[in-house]
């Protein structure tokens, strides 16, 4: 291969190392640590394996048996589930990153299954991709992964083709059936661009016979994304935005919404209750958020500007400043009864809103149920 051929992919791997790097800032001394599989997460345990040398101590928890002997190799030391029930942080590459839910596609390299495990068992996922992982519909470049047994794996296949994929065997190199660590097969999922990710895992994971699918819903955080521009993490700029006394559009807000509404949703299709906080201060603003969701209930914490100036002046090292109240006030639809909200007052100390916020939903739920 010529050098002219090979660039492109060497500036790409420039741009992984990268993204790596800044996700492996991250890291502090005492950490667990789960080291994702495939090419971009070989790079972070590269410069784990640097950190590691140069004096921070760390355990790694590896997502498959390529990313052990990687990490092994490397002399970074290893520990198990049998040592550690909690994750502190977990690096990790991905197929695709949806712009603005965070959502994500996993498990080309063939390890969906312990990726997600040990996703769900971290406190934090940090995630490292180059800038062409970027879509702003899930399914757009890459297939779902779907890690199913063995057994019965054709009638699987076909209930996956009544979800609506065009569903295909994976297979080794050597032209047999991939086997995963777990010792299943996977079925590559072509959906097309998925309007509802958080539906379709749902559905996905009704399937007998299915493991596990290579949908990551709400589960990023952050993103840590390389182009030519430099390294920069997902919704930063907002961040840097508001810290600089700028307030924000409609336009910088909607990814932000976008993703409290996947999170709501994913809670949704567990079937799990679930309380986010936000500021939803118009009425579009809460239509992405609570839109036709039956189960969701909004809650309004009502108080005046002096009183929401004390508790601004009483946060320290927050990223927005006491001089945004005031935009924040003239941006605010108060929700009209149509919305059906329920209002609190802020005035008391927040464990008596808090228990005054749980009773009111106690008894809305009970209400409705009656």
Known sequence: MSATASKPGAERDALKRAAAKAAVELVQDGMVVGLGTGSTAAFAIEDLARRHREGLRFVGLPTSERTAALAAAADIPLTSFAEHRQI?????????VERGTLNLIKGLGGALLHEKIVATASRRLAIIVDGAKLVDRLGTRAPVPVEAIAFGLEATRVALEVLGASVRLRLSPAGKPFVTDSGNRILDCSFGPIADPARLEERIGRVVGVV????????????????????????????AKMHAGIPLTDADRQPWLERVAAWIDHQRAKKQPGIISCS????????IIVGDRPEVRLVYLRGGRDLLAEHLAGRDGHFMPPSLLQSQIDTLEEPDPGEDPLTIDT?????????????LLCTSASLAKA
């Open 88 to 96: 502190d942080l977990t690096i990790d590459g991905a197929d695709e």
């Open 212 to 239: 596990e699918s290579g949908l990551f819903i709400s589960r990023a955080d952050p993103v840590f994304v390389a182009d030519a521009d430099g390294v920069h993490r997902l919704d930063e700029a907002n961040v």
């Open 280 to 287: 939803a201060l118009k009425r579009s603003y809460r239509q």
């Open 347 to 359: 005035g008391p100390p927040a464990g008596k809103l808090a228990e005054e916020i749980i009773q």
